[in-house]
């Protein structure tokens, strides 16, 4: 994994994926008491960053692959989806069929088709193996992969280009994690092209499995399956390409709790006018109430896929 | 008024005024049947396109100038105190003391002294007029002078660049109007630099004097002057300098319901992931529900400062 990979990757996408903007407000940085520039994957195609890894992944498949597949409940699921359609490929996705009513819709209608299963009867990767051979799919998997990490490493290339256009010359990146795709790509894009920049994983409390895995040296485990807000991030361990990188070229791992994750999404609708999801808002959480942090903090709010539900509670919780 | 004088506040604008993206979505065409692209200036700074015309004015103000005075509840306030501040300039904002405490807050935040007054008991022309007197401040109107049109008339210009680099040739731009300064802004720019683009403006359904001034060739009051959800650009009449240029420049004007405007921000919420204020949704609003517009729309969401209740209460009455 390096830097070219990342470029190819960036070149490949064109304009099917969106440079998002680096946004910042007056009045969110009063509140932080620091300066906070916020890279809004939220606004990215599908919602999140997952576009990215799902688009440099389907683009870099040999040619005349006959599809591809992915295991998601969320987010990487719509991100492969979107890059197959338009790849003329097909997608198979393997989602829980409890999973969230909106996230299958929504898989649906970027073309792919859904395969549901029960996840406390059926083994997932066993039933994904039998349809790869079956059907000649490629997996697609979502951290674990060069390809994947490449293409969110494109995030990190736009960071070091907005940040030098917006005077920044040295920050605290803080990028969410949950088995470390995006923080790992992000990482060796600053190695490159920001090396003054320091990336920090932001994790929910309870499931910091990257944050104990660099500190100890070794892949932590959590204790825990589920139990937060922050749906989209919780991993069980780190990933076996990830936690390297990481461990070469970022720093400390953060935590943040799930209130202040639902406190980062509210202050994003007020001061930013972005939809952030809870497990996207951990880094703009961390930049806004964590302690030991420099002046100037990117930080990476990583989707916005969110339940109406969920987010009319937390604004009214807030009001 | 020409391109000139909006080429010019853009090169004043420097990068305190962002360039906002032009965002799309596949889910949301589907929706429409239509393509939809949104010109999303609720991620403008201040939280709409006010900060255009509020930087515009302000920048062309003659050197020892000793400050500025606004009236306004709303964006503009916060526009024109965002822009003074960064002048190093007083700013004076005359608000009604019934104002949303937000809006007050906000524009306080940003560094403006606001008189409070009181709309039953005070005129507020005078109070305004003996304020500048005293103080030496210049009066900054909302629409109807020639710098704050072409303030807002910069969004045109990113508006021709954004849809000639996405490919669009040709599409109908449609515009939320109150005064009419922003219409009539980017309708100057379009005619200068996408000739092809035909603009609407687009108004709240019973306070559609705009559409109603143009369709008649003379200046139409509102019956009402208030009972609309859409707040932001609830104006009586069209202003003096914007009618004429829209005249020459627009085709006829759109209305839609408080209704329309309510899930064009929901679906806004859902498949952009930006927050939209009522106001600020009535051309998206007509781009999802209007008959008789093209297969491809340009559609400005101009604000996002929106109260966390109501839009909670429009998510909850989405599900």
Redesign the interface.
């Known amino acids: 994994m390096n830097i070219g990979a990342i470029r190819a990757a960036r070149t490949r996408m064109g304009?099917a994926i969106?440079q998002?903007?680096l946004?910042n407000?007056?009045?969110l940085d009063?509140v932080a008491g620091r300066r906070i520039f916020v890279k809004a994957e939220?606004?990215q195609?599908t919602?999140s960053f997952k576009a990215r890894g799902g688009w440099s992944a389907v683009s870099a498949l040999p040619p005349g692959t006959a599809g591809v597949l992915a295991m998601s409940s969320g987010n990487h699921a719509q991100g492969v989806a979107?890059a197959a359609a338009a790849h003329g490929m097909a997608a198979v996705i393997l989602m829980p069929f409890d999973a969230p009513e909106v996230k299958i819709a929504?898989t649906r209608?970027?073309g792919a088709e859904v395969v549901l299963y029960d996840r406390a009867t059926e083994d997932r990767d066993t039933l994904a193996a039998r349809l790869a051979a079956e059907r000649g799919l490629a997996l697609i998997p979502p951290y674990d992969h060069p390809e994947v990490i490449a293409g969110q490493g494109t995030t990190g290339l736009e960071i070091a280009a907005q940040a030098a256009?917006?005077g920044i010359d040295t920050a605290d990146v803080l990028v969410p994690c949950g088995g470390g795709g995006l923080s790992s790509g992000i990482a060796l894009a600053l190695a490159a092209a920001a090396p003054a920049f320091r990336l920090h994983t932001v994790e929910p409390e309870g499931f910091d499995d990257m944050a104990r895995s660099l500190a100890s040296g070794s892949p932590q485990r959590n204790a825990r399956a589920s139990g937060s807000v922050c749906d989209a991030i919780l991993t069980p361990t780190p990933g076996r390409l990830t936690l390297p990188i990481l461990a070469t070229h970022a720093g400390r791992g953060l935590a943040v709790s799930d209130d202040q994750a639902l406190r980062a999404m509210?202050l994003a609708?007020?001061?930013?006018?972005?939809?952030?999801e809870p497990g996207g808002s951990v880094a703009l959480a961390a930049a806004l109430f964590a302690e030991d942090l420099p002046d100037t903090v990117i930080c990476v709010v990583s989707g916005?896929?969110v339940d109406?539900?969920l987010?009319?509670?937390a604004?009214?919780r807030?009001?």
């Open positions: 304009s969106r998002t903007p946004l407000a007056p009045l009063r939220c606004l195609v919602g979107y929504n209608a970027y256009a917006a509210t609708f007020r001061y930013l006018r972005v939809v952030a916005g896929n109406p539900a987010f009319a509670a604004l009214e807030s009001d």
